[in-house]
């Protein structure tokens, strides 16, 4: 039993020098010594600290603090993916989908997103119903919506939007303007500028509601608030 016990304090103890050396890797980074950072990354990577092993991968995918290497970090964000770091999964996904340093995998990138998404990852989600929308070979938009719903779930905007677009256009499900005004304006409430202007625009022209100009301005001036030129345009066209 006391065996048991004294390797159990060793791992412990093991564990918290492996979570040093990816903190002082951190400070080191933040102070510009970037071999020393490296080096400690890729000590505690090498120990199986998951998060060294990611941000490492960041570091050599980036190029901008040491010499790029795409190989590098598929490597890393693989071995980091698979020990189940869900960004790692994310990031080499997009590697797959981009063709950064690999050839392009469309299937292969799905996997990953949505090992990620069903992980917790909105932007996965919203990745998956992407490639099934948009993707001619792998077009399911009965699946898209599903993974738009799932991001939006997790209060990711973009996932809402989008979730109300497949709404407005019956894909993947039967027409619905109260649900797709239901995700606009959930989105809307998240700042998303997009979701703004397209329920103002369902206002302006009763597109499933009521007219309502007042609320229509409302809605565009606050997407030009927050930037958006369109929400501007709109705003002005309906002062004129």
């Given at each position: 039993m006391k065996k048991i016990i004294f390797l159990i304090l060793l791992s412990v103890l093991n564990i918290?020098?492996?979570?040093?050396?990816?903190?002082?890797?951190?400070?080191?980074?933040?102070?510009?010594?970037?071999?020393?950072?490296?080096?400690?990354f890729e000590k505690a990577c090498n120990n199986d600290d998951l998060k060294a092993c990611y941000n490492l991968a960041i570091l050599y995918f980036d190029g901008k603090e040491i010499k790029q290497d795409y190989s590098k970090a598929k490597n890393l964000y693989t071995k980091s993916c698979e020990a189940g770091h869900v960004s790692s999964c994310y990031n080499l996904g997009l590697m797959y989908d981009?063709?950064?340093?690999?050839?392009?995998?469309?299937?292969?990138?799905?996997?990953?997103?949505?090992?990620?998404?069903?992980a917790g990852d909105p932007y996965a989600c919203i990745n998956t119903g992407y490639i099934y929308e948009n993707d001619e070979s792998l077009r399911d938009y009965e699946k898209a919506k599903k993974y738009y719903q799932k991001a939006c779930d997790k209060d990711?905007?973009?996932?809402?939007?989008?979730?109300?677009?497949?709404?407005?256009?019956?894909?993947?499900?039967?027409?619905?303007?109260?649900?797709?005004?239901?995700y606009y304006q959930k989105a809307c409430d998240m700042a998303y500028s997009s979701s703004c202007i397209n329920l103002g625009v369902m206002y302006a022209k009763a597109q499933g509601v009521k007219q309502n100009s007042f609320?229509?301005?409302?809605?565009?001036?606050?997407?030009?608030?927050?930037?958006?030129?369109?929400?501007?345009?709109?705003?002005?066209?309906?002062?004129?």
């Open positions: 918290s020098l492996y979570a040093n050396d990816f903190n002082l890797a951190l400070e080191l980074q933040n102070k510009g010594e970037i071999n020393k950072a490296v080096s400690l981009n063709a950064n340093g690999v050839t392009k995998d469309i299937l292969k990138a799905k996997e990953l997103y949505i090992k990620a998404c069903d990711d905007s973009s996932g809402c939007h989008n979730l109300a677009v497949m709404y407005i256009k019956g894909l993947g499900t039967e027409q619905s303007y109260k649900k797709a005004k239901e609320k229509a301005k409302e809605l565009f001036k606050k997407a030009c608030d927050a930037g958006d030129a369109k929400g501007c345009r709109n705003y002005s066209v309906m002062n004129r």
